[in-house]
């Protein structure tokens, strides 16, 4: 352990450091065999079945586009068939049984351009209606058992599909082998009906039309036409079966009857395996070859820019934590994140040592405010009976005789008075003479023992109330919420008169760290001044334009503001007076001059200056306020767009 209870033992840590060193290259080691050895795994267990993976699924790949070809024939078949069904001379025909139009359309130059082996209009009933003309060639119509018997059979499942007028696709299993049929209804040439029959195209499928449809889909192609029961079992599933030198699939195409009519083969060579052994034997002689050096260069670097230099930071921290001594600085010249963490402890430190600074100074604060709130506590009991002695007294002055005495000399003043009764007034004069005396006295004495009092309460309470002054609270916050805030406080009265507009200029400043509660009743003066100034000037257009900016350097900001509005203005004998307490040029209850003389102390004890600007009488008046943000706001204030 290098502390204990926060006592650290410097020679201790080297040690450390050097456990650290030894571990992270026995663990880097370590792991390096772990990986070759894991290596040999992966390309066992892993990535060489991966590539023979990725052949079965190319060789997969290979036969759906064998599928999608068939289904891509089916479909131009199915376009064809459409365009003879949904016209309206064969829509016609099918109702009128027109010779020409098989004379005119059904020639051996139209089937050929079809390229179909087979050719028929069946009517709702299933009868063949017509058909290609019968010839001697082995590919007529008449050669393939689905026409023999002129109609449909009743048993074939698309009796149903000619009945309702519904296109139909599949494989047919004939005397002639597979062959790809379509069928379409027959309509008016608007794709409406009702339908009168369909149109049956048929293709059959030769080794010439499979080998057509192979070269489509890039592949070597097979195709059995009696499937095996182990095959019809695969159904539409791909089968695949790997040999040494290639990897066959198949897959069996069902007819129409879901009967298996067709097994299809490929055969794709293994070049991807074979590729793929060649490149992990080479990956394995390389890795081999390489990571003696690779380990050796990383241990070398892990050295040079992490255990080194964590050694230093480890020794700087064990230094500050025995000496107790907050100024040391590590000063590593880093770019990356050790630096980053060593300029952050730097500043952590500094910050620690003027956070342990205030809070010597916080805390002496914390005693005195506490003092002179008990302080407080007290004064205000002992004014209570001191407000009784001078109740007390003032009863006193009230009962002497005052109002007698000013009556009998007034009496003895007309000059009217006979002897005797003069000198029962004189008598009188020097009774109530001697009890006001004593009076006067008592209350002279009573009048200097409450002066003393007071004025030894006021000495108390303003010491007490210097020393329980508490520093103004910073927080960051935007200054267009003080503003919205400010404006909010202001009466609806005034606000009538005013139109608060915001620069541009104070937009673009973001967050600060200010007093903001300050800032917000200095706003709220200035907003309320500038109302009553709109007001006496009787304009309808009053607007209280705020802007602001920032001065940067780099080792102060100042925030600077100004209130400019278009109301009475100031005349330049009451300019340099604005701001004295109890100075006001407006007239009417509220108006003390208090609110503009209290708004630059305010200013002044943030550190900041409020200055008044106006071209006189009727040319409004601009208020500007300098504020200095302190130095950690610097990097935290930022330009928004």
């Not at 070759?36 to 892993?46: D, E, N």
């Not at 040592?353 to 407080?376: C, P, T």
């Not at 007294?393 to 002497?400: E, K």
């Amino acid at each position: 352990m290098c502390a204990a209870a926060f006592v650290w033992d410097v020679n201790a840590c080297p040690a450390i450091i050097m456990n650290v060193k030894t571990k992270v290259t026995a663990q880097i080691v370590g792991l390096f065999v772990i990986l070759v050895a894991g290596q040999f795994a992966l390309q066992r267990r892993i990535l060489l079945p991966s590539f023979a993976e990725l052949e079965r699924q190319a060789a997969a790949t290979d036969m759906d586009r064998v599928i999608h070809a068939f289904d891509r024939e089916s479909d131009l078949l199915s376009v064809s068939a459409h365009d003879w069904g949904n016209w309206a001379d064969t829509y016609a025909f099918m109702q009128n049984h027109n010779a020409q139009y098989i004379t005119a359309n059904l020639t051996r130059t139209a089937i050929a351009a079809l390229k179909i082996d087979a050719l028929a209009f069946v009517a709702t009933d299933g009868h063949y209606v017509v058909s290609i003309e019968p010839d001697s060639d082995p590919g007529s119509i008449q050669n393939i058992d689905l026409f023999a018997e002129g109609r449909l059979p009743d048993n074939h499942p698309w009796r149903t599909a000619v009945r309702n007028g519904r296109p139909m696709s599949g494989l047919l299993m004939t005397n002639r082998g597979p062959m790809l049929a379509v069928m379409q209804p027959i309509l008016n040439g608007f794709d409406q009906g009702p339908h009168h029959g369909m149109v049956l195209f048929g293709r059959l499928m030769t080794d010439a039309e499979l080998a057509r449809i192979a070269t489509q889909a890039q592949v070597r192609l097979t195709a059995n036409l009696m499937p095996t029961a182990r095959d019809a079992a695969d159904g539409a599933a791909n089968r695949v079966v790997e040999e040494q030198a290639v990897t066959e699939v198949f897959h069996v195409m069902n007819d129409i009857e879901g009967r298996p009519a067709l097994r299809l083969r490929i055969d794709v060579p293994r070049a991807i395996t074979a590729r793929g052994y060649k490149a992990v034997a080479f990956a394995s002689v390389f890795v081999a070859g390489s990571g003696a050096i690779v380990l050796l260069v990383m241990l070398f670097l892990l050295n040079r820019s992490v255990l080194a230099p964590l050694a230093r930071m480890t020794r700087h921290v064990v230094a500050i934590g025995a000496h107790n001594d907050l100024t040391r600085q590590l000063d590593l010249s880093r770019s990356d994140e050790l630096g980053v963490l060593a300029r952050a402890f730097d500043r952590t430190v500094g910050h620690l040592a003027d956070a342990r600074h205030q809070l010597v100074q916080q805390s002496f604060l914390a005693g005195i405010a506490d003092h002179a709130s008990g302080v407080l506590h007290n004064l205000r009991n002992a004014m209570t009976p001191l407000t009784v002695h001078i109740g007390a007294l003032q009863s006193t002055l009230r009962a002497a005789p005052v109002a007698d005495v000013d009556r009998v000399l007034a009496e003895l003043d007309t000059g009217a008075v006979v002897a005797t009764r003069k000198a029962d007034l004189e008598a009188f004069l020097r009774l109530t003479s001697r009890e006001i005396v004593r009076a006067v006295i008592a209350g002279c004495h009573d009048a200097d023992i409450v002066e003393r009092s007071a004025a030894s309460i006021e000495a108390v309470l303003s010491q007490s109330a210097r020393g329980a002054r508490a520093a103004n609270v910073l927080e960051f916050t935007r200054l267009s919420r003080i503003i919205e805030q400010s404006s909010a406080l202001v009466p609806l009265d005034l606000m009538k008169y005013l139109t608060v507009e915001i620069d541009a200029s104070l937009r673009s400043i973001d967050t600060v760290r200010v007093a903001s509660t300050i800032l917000q009743q200095v706003f709220q003066n200035l907003m309320v001044n500038a109302a009553e100034s709109l007001r006496e000037a009787g304009r309808a257009d009053g607007s209280l334009k705020i802007a602001g900016h920032l001065t940067t350097t780099p080792t102060s900001q100042t925030l600077h503001l100004r209130f400019a509005d278009n109301g009475i203005g100031i005349s330049a004998e009451n300019l340099p007076h604005i701001f004295d307490r109890g100075f006001s040029t407006k007239l009417g209850a509220g108006n003390s001059g208090i609110g503009l003389h209290w708004c630059a102390n305010a200013i002044n004890e943030l550190g900041g200056t409020l200055q008044a600007e106006s071209a006189g009488c009727q040319s409004g008046a601009t208020f500007i306020i300098n504020l200095p943000l302190e130095v950690a706001a610097v990097a935290l204030t930022t330009k928004v767009a």
